[in-house]
């Protein structure tokens, strides 16, 4: 299938925030105007033809015309095109021309590449459209193209306004990438491709066909893999040109920016250097951010080196890797070594090992692997030495596994310990090792095994740290290990010998912490501290700090702030982390009633996690993809996900509660609501028992939901009384337990409100209208009305259809469903696509809605759902 792929249409990127920005400009009066600049291949005319088929969409008339230096000379050439539609003969004057557009003034949108680039004529038009006569317009011109003339005066004025478009971001490409296969690529792919050819939109284009011509893409089982491929030879002739008429001191300026690793200018450049670089970015051969110069176009950078002779680029590369190393910056060694391994320059052993490490704490496997394959090939100076040499195959063994490649990993660390002697050197190969086990060839068994066979080896210092992993991989077995670890403090005197293994003692520590809700942070505390002292050791340790804050916050009711911080989180965490991430806000927002949303994160994770899953949260995620599915009303959907998911990936208590979940889901709608409240609580004491006690006590919030409280009361009781009075989640699912066993409708409603607050916003609207009946119609401070005020006001964002059955308002689930998204401000054609019902579907249930409820309209549903 995948030969078939390089004859589809290119994917077309839809950049929201760019084309929002674009359209802001568009509609400021008297002028709307934009001018999108950037290096040739940016996607400057892709944005502005996605601008162009919005306004399109909107009724506008579009009248496109493109600069061609070929055509300079011939009057009005770029208008040529329009001239019979505007009812226009060929030898018509612009004065003709600007009125028959001029009549369209306010129902067309100009769009005007490469503007440099137009003849006088057709420029002058262009300015008196925009200038004289409103004419909205969206034009655009290369860096290096001068701007003259009145596309000059058009910014000159301040008619036109200027939007640099960017280059493609990491997770943009992911994104083309993904559209363009329909299966995940691997994020080493992206990150090399992001490098290669620095964002540029039409670079990559080129790159990634080839790929696909050469038969350079690979299909397995976590997505897609792309071969490294060079740029194409016609892709680079271009810049080529453009190259050859540097001067020798400019070409070597270019050349040093392109090898400067991103660091500052005052680092890479030298003297009079800097007068050159600053007319190279004046001339559009070089851009400028921030104190960085880099080439304009990643060709240019290439083109300049190319001319260098092989002599003068291995001493060019050894001058930048010296000052680069001189900073003392870790991120500007690293980048120094691998210029020196690239160009094929000498490499201390010692050296090397270090940036197989740095390169592995960063997330770079492929490159981690080729500076491990280098090392056991032997191309550097010397070996490493000491714990280095034990590091390196240990991480180089890690990274293979983290690129998929198993079998390999399998033989690296099948070699390492057979070299590997020492009591620290023996615990990290088990804690990695064991790793590779679990989480990718997922045989917990066999991880265990292996630390069992170590074990006996190991120093109690190393037993001691390695420790925490060893009771997750119990977990994950289904074994009960609620042995203590040390305390941060001890294990902290213990790291010295074997940091890498604190760390991931640590990072297993969290997740424990995380998962019971604790909350005093020692052992997000100690990975703090562990990265201060020895730097990044493992790329998603940091994600896992925040993890804790996250359920920190949910545990004390702030759902709010605690989805917050994980939306910042996906935005700017590491790759490895991306899947954990998009899990966790799918959990947060599926038990806060945004289905929609939740059910496409849960598949984005299923795909993140298949190349990148640190702490085995595969299972958890395909299960949690089923309770979605069940609650959006697709029960053979779900089924099919329950079955998917293998039985190694079941005996983790995360993965456990969401099955148990999913499956008690489906028999209630079944009807058999008994059975399904025997299996949630069973899943949620199994969880309980392993330490797991806030995932045991949000899944029993489907047993509240189901109106069966005395099933989840007594173990929410137990837990309650376990943690502190801060953590109000658990204390407001015991007080609604109690409230609906008690017949207590004041103590459910104020239950509820801490629900709804720490984002537990479905299982609050069902023990509401539970609770609602038992209130007395009249007085008692009219308690029923607070009840169901309540209720509408949660319903309002809520898409979860209830358990509970419809409430004494009268609205049938499906009305509920309605009249949320009417709340939202969604027109009646946006409620049935989403459905998937008719218009006068729609139209007849909003009808229904404002009788029911006594209400005029949208707004007065609005105003009675607390929705303003």
Request: with cysteine; aromatic share 4%; hydrophobic share 45%.
């Amino acid at each position: 299938m995948l030969a078939t792929l390089a004859g589809m249409d290119w994917p077309i990127l839809d950049r929201p925030a760019l084309l929002d920005d674009v359209q802001h400009h568009l509609a400021r009066r008297p002028f709307g105007a934009v001018l999108l600049t950037g290096p040739s291949g940016v996607g400057k005319t892709t944005i502005a033809r996605c601008v162009a088929e919005r306004q399109r969409d909107s009724g506008l008339r579009i009248l496109e015309i493109v600069g061609m230096a070929e055509l300079g000379h011939a009057p009005l050439a770029a208008f040529a095109r329009h001239s019979a539609d505007l009812g226009l003969r060929s030898d018509d004057s612009a004065r003709a021309l600007i009125a028959a557009i001029g009549e369209l003034a306010s129902s067309a949108l100009l769009v005007v590449d490469d503007a440099p680039l137009l003849d006088p004529a057709s420029a002058a038009v262009v300015y008196q459209l925009v200038r004289v006569l409103g004419v909205p317009a969206v034009l655009t011109a290369r860096t290096d193209h001068d701007l003259v003339g009145p596309v000059e005066r058009l910014l000159h004025e301040q008619v036109a306004s200027t939007i640099e478009v960017p280059a493609l971001l990491g997770a943009e490409i992911e994104r083309l990438l993904r559209l363009r296969f329909g299966a995940p690529p691997r994020p080493d792919d992206v990150a090399r491709l992001t490098r290669q050819t620095s964002g540029n939109a039409l670079l990559l284009r080129d790159v990634v066909v080839r790929t696909e011509r050469w038969g350079g893409v690979h299909r397995v089982e976590a997505g897609i893999e792309l071969d490294p491929i060079d740029i194409p030879a016609d892709a680079a002739a271009s810049a080529g040109s453009r190259v050859a008429e540097l001067e020798p001191a400019q070409l070597y300026v270019v050349a040093r920016a392109a090898l400067g690793a991103g660091a500052p200018a005052a680092t890479v450049l030298a003297g009079p250097e800097h007068r050159i670089a600053s007319r190279l970015v004046d001339d559009g051969v070089l851009a400028r951010e921030g104190d960085v110069v880099r080439p304009m176009h990643p060709l240019v950078g290439e083109a300049a080196l190319r001319r260098l002779t092989d002599d003068e680029h291995g001493a060019l590369v050894d001058e930048v890797a010296d000052r680069l190393t001189g900073t003392g910056v870790a991120g500007l060694r690293f980048a120094a070594l691998v210029l020196r391994t690239a160009a094929g320059r000498p490499v201390a052993g010692d050296e090397l090992g270090w940036a197989v490490g740095h390169a592995y704490g960063q997330g770079e496997y492929l490159v981690a692997v080729d500076l491990h394959d280098r090392l056991r090939a032997g191309l550097c100076d010397d070996g490493p030495s000491g714990s280095r040499a034990a590091a390196w195959l240990v991480q180089g063994a890690s990274a293979l596994s983290w690129l998929g490649r198993l079998e390999a990993a399998d033989e690296a660390f099948e070699r390492a310990r057979e070299q590997i002697t020492s009591a620290s050197e023996l615990a990290l190969l088990a804690s990695c090792w064991g790793a590779h086990l679990a989480y990718r060839r997922f045989d917990v068994e066999a991880a265990l095994a292996t630390a069992a066979e170590i074990g006996p080896l190991l120093g109690p210092a190393e037993e001691a740290l390695l420790a925490p992993e060893i009771r997750t991989w119990r977990t994950l077995a289904g074994q009960i290990a609620r042995t203590e670890s040390p305390s941060d403090g001890r294990r902290t005197s213990q790291a010295s010998g074997a940091p890498a293994v604190a760390v991931r003692g640590a990072i297993a520590d969290v997740m424990l912490h995380a998962m019971a809700g604790r909350a005093d942070g020692e052992a997000a505390g100690m990975l703090v501290d562990l990265e201060r002292r020895h730097g990044v050791l493992e790329p998603h340790a940091s994600a896992m700090v925040q993890l804790q804050a996250y359920f920190t916050l949910l545990g004390r009711g702030r759902g709010e702030d605690a989805r917050q911080l994980v939306e910042a989180q996906r935005v700017t965490s590491s790759v490895d982390a991306a899947g954990i991430w998009s899990y966790t806000l799918a959990i947060h927002l599926m038990y806060g009633g945004r289905l929609g949303r939740a059910a496409a994160l849960a598949t984005l994770a299923v795909d993140q996690l298949g190349w990148r899953d640190p702490i085995g949260l595969m299972g958890a995620a395909r299960a949690l993809e089923a309770v979605i599915a069940v609650q959006r009303g697709d029960a053979a959907g779900a089924r099919s996900r329950l079955d998917s998911i293998p039985e190694s990936h079941r005996g983790d208590p995360k993965a456990a509660v969401l099955l148990a979940e999913a499956e008690a889901l489906l028999l209630v709608a079944a009807g058999e609501v008994t059975a399904a409240a025997e299996r949630l609580e069973q899943a949620a004491e199994q969880a309980h028992a392993h330490g797991f006690s806030l995932v045991a006590a949000i899944s029993l919030g489907t047993c509240l939901r189901m109106g069966v409280p005395e099933r989840a009361g007594a173990l929410l009781r137990e837990m309650a009384s376990g943690v502190s009075s801060e953590l109000g989640l658990y204390h407001a699912l015991c007080d609604a337990a109690t409230g609906l066993a008690d017949r207590d409708p004041a103590r459910v409603l104020a239950a509820a409100c801490v629900l709804d607050a720490a984002g537990m916003t479905v299982a609050a609207i069902d023990v509401l209208r539970q609770a609602e009946p038992m209130a007395p119609p009249r007085g008692a401070g009219e308690l029923r009305r607070r009840l169901q005020e309540a209720r509408f006001r949660m319903q309002a964002t809520c898409e979860a259809v209830p358990l509970h059955g419809p409430g004494r308002d009268g609205l049938s689930d499906r009305e509920w469903e309605v009249a949320g998204l009417a709340c939202a401000r969604r027109t009646s054609r946006e409620i049935a696509a989403e459905l998937g019902i008719s218009v006068r579907t729609v139209d007849n249930h909003l009808h229904n809605i404002y009788r029911t409820l006594g209400v005029a309209g949208r707004a007065g549903l609005r105003s009675a759902l607390g929705a303003e």
